[in-house]
Structure formats: C-alpha cells, structure tokens
C-alpha cells in the first residue's frame, strides 16, 4: 500500500516501502519528509529515529510533500521518494473561518448546516455560485456560508377579528401599526408588544379604555358636576 492519508496525517506503509526498495536491493531504515518549500517535516511514530510501520506526519499547509526512503541514517541521497498533494478548503462564517487540508482532485464533506437567529442557511459558497460538494477540488478554495433573513408574522386583533397581517425581520426594529378601529365611546390602543424571532404569529390585541364624561347640572342659582 502507498503513503494513506487518513483526514488527519498521512501514514506510512513498511509493506510498500519494502516492496519498492527491492528494486534497488535495499532495505528501507530511514525516511524524511519535506514541504513544498523544502522545509523538514516531523515524522511521528519513528523507531528510535528509525522507519515504522505506521509512522505519519500531518501536512498543515496546501503544497506538496516529498515522502524520501533511505537505506541508512548516513545516506544523502534517497533510494526512492514519493510525493503527494494537498489544498487547503477554508470554511468562512461570520467571523469564524475553519481550514481543513484535503488531498488535491478529491472531495471534501459539506458540513452540517450552519445555523443564524432570525437567517435561514442558504448555502455554501464559493464567489457567488453554490459550491457543489460532488466535484474535486484541484486548487485551494474559500467556502462562505451565506443566509437569507427569516421573515417573521405579526397579527393585529381588534374585538377578535384580524385587522391586519405585517411581517418583519430581525433587522426590523418597528413596524408601521395599522389603525385602531374606532368603538363609540371608547379611546383605543395596540398592547404592548416586542419584535423578537418566533415560530408562532405574534399576536396583538386593541385595548380599550371608557371615555369619561362631565355631565353638569345647571339650575337658577348654580352649576353643579359629575
């Protein structure tokens, strides 16, 4: 078996590196890594410095990598080396950005649905098209979770009957309030009420308070009131 990368790391097969150092009759005791810009990578897993089955480095930039066998701690130049590719896929939301590092022209898992107060998830994006999970990705990308803004129901009741539906979002601060139907011999007003994100209608009812009267009393010597 080649070089595995498991999601994580990449882990190192005793079995293929012996298979392709018989070639140059050879046995394989060393090994290094190096990135794309040449730089060392640390191999865990080793045997006292040594090559193990199952050893793994974890590649943390997009590039390739340089997987190098040597037939002993002295030799400067590899018997056989093995490269491998990987891009990088960086998940934008909000302020939060997560970075996952794939193999190049393979596929990467769409997370689950991100969620917002008071947005519905859309998708993710990349640039202004829906990014389709199904393809390879060949070159690193950035993914961005957009949303749209929920719109939410208020009902406006005067003596049980609905008097008018508005709708807003969680932008919205205040809504324009529809007339209160007049009552003889009554002054209305809408309760009290707070724009806030429901599943349910939010439901607002006219209040109404009795006017009061002055009735006055007049007789030949006075004026009296009530």
Same mark, same amino acid.
């Given at each position: 078996?080649?070089?595995?990368?498991?999601?994580?790391?990449?882990?190192?097969?005793?079995?293929?590196?012996?298979?392709?150092?018989?070639?140059?009759?050879?046995?394989?005791?060393?090994?290094?890594?190096?990135?794309?810009?040449?730089?060392?990578?640390?191999?865990?897993?080793?045997?006292?410095?040594?090559?193990?089955?199952?050893?793994?480095?974890?590649?943390?930039?997009?590039?390739?990598?340089?997987?190098?066998?040597?037939?002993?701690?002295?030799?400067?130049?590899?018997?056989?080396?093995?490269?491998?590719?990987?891009?990088?896929?960086?998940?934008?939301?909000?302020?939060?950005?997560?970075?996952?590092?794939?193999?190049?022209?393979?596929?990467?898992?769409?997370?689950?649905?991100?969620?917002?107060?008071?947005?519905?998830?859309?998708?993710?994006?990349?640039?202004?098209?829906?990014?389709?999970?199904?393809?390879?990705?060949? +070159?690193? &990308? *950035?993914?961005? %979770?957009? /949303?749209?803004?929920?719109? =939410? #129901?208020?009902? @406006?009741?005067?003596?049980?009957? $609905?008097?008018?539906?508005?709708?807003?979002?969680?932008?919205?601060?205040?809504?324009?309030?529809?007339?209160?139907?007049?009552?003889?011999?009554?002054?209305?007003?809408?309760?009290?009420?707070?724009?806030?994100?429901?599943? +349910?209608? &939010? *439901?607002?009812? %006219?209040? /109404?308070?009795?006017?009061? =009267? #002055?009735?006055? @009393?007049?007789?030949?010597?006075? $004026?009296?009131?009530?």
């Amino acid at each position: 078996q080649k070089p595995v990368f498991d999601g994580e790391k990449v882990i190192l097969k005793q079995s293929y590196a012996s298979g392709i150092f018989k070639v140059e009759g050879a046995y394989p005791t060393y090994v290094k890594v190096f990135d794309k810009d040449n730089n060392e990578v640390e191999v865990n897993g080793l045997d006292n410095g040594k090559f193990k089955e199952g050893c793994s480095f974890t590649p943390t930039n997009s590039g390739t990598y340089t997987i190098k066998y040597f037939e002993n701690e002295e030799a400067t130049n590899a018997i056989v080396e093995h490269t491998m590719s990987f891009v990088k896929v960086s998940f934008v939301n909000g302020e939060n950005t997560i970075s996952k590092i794939i193999e190049t022209n393979t596929k990467i898992a769409k997370p689950e649905n991100s969620s917002k107060e008071g947005y519905e998830f859309l998708n993710w994006f990349k640039g202004e098209e829906a990014f389709d999970f199904n393809s390879n990705i060949t +070159e690193d &990308i *950035t993914l961005e %979770a957009k /949303y749209v803004e929920k719109q =939410y #129901t208020i009902e @406006f009741f005067a003596e049980g009957n $609905v008097i008018e539906t508005k709708y807003f979002t969680i932008n919205d601060k205040t809504i324009e309030e529809p007339e209160i139907p007049t009552k003889e011999g009554y002054t209305g007003r809408w309760e009290d009420y707070t724009l806030a994100p429901s599943n +349910e209608p &939010i *439901t607002v009812n %006219a209040i /109404y308070t009795a006017n009061e =009267y #002055t009735l006055a @009393f007049e007789s030949d010597t006075s $004026v009296d009131s009530i």
